[in-house]
């Protein structure tokens, strides 16, 4: 369960060099403001390629509050 307080985000990550998105992680955006980019496997090209964050919203990220 996320802790009330939390500040940590769902993000995907995105392939520069295919497009596809293939990875999901989390990053606190407090400490990290700007766009992650991570050197990970790209299946489709079967190499190691770069990767960075999606500006795209995965609608996961935001918790709705509960009507009382």
């Not at 995105?14 to 050197?39: C, F, I």
Request: a positive charge.
């Amino acid at each position: 369960m996320a802790k009330k307080g939390d500040k940590r985000k769902i993000i995907g990550m995105v392939s520069e060099a295919s497009g596809g998105r293939h990875y999901y992680t989390t990053k606190n955006t407090m400490n990290t403001p700007d766009k992650l980019s991570l050197r990970k496997y790209d299946p489709v090209l079967r190499k190691h390629v770069l990767y960075v964050e999606t500006k795209k919203s995965l609608g996961r990220n935001e918790v709705k509050p509960r009507k009382h």
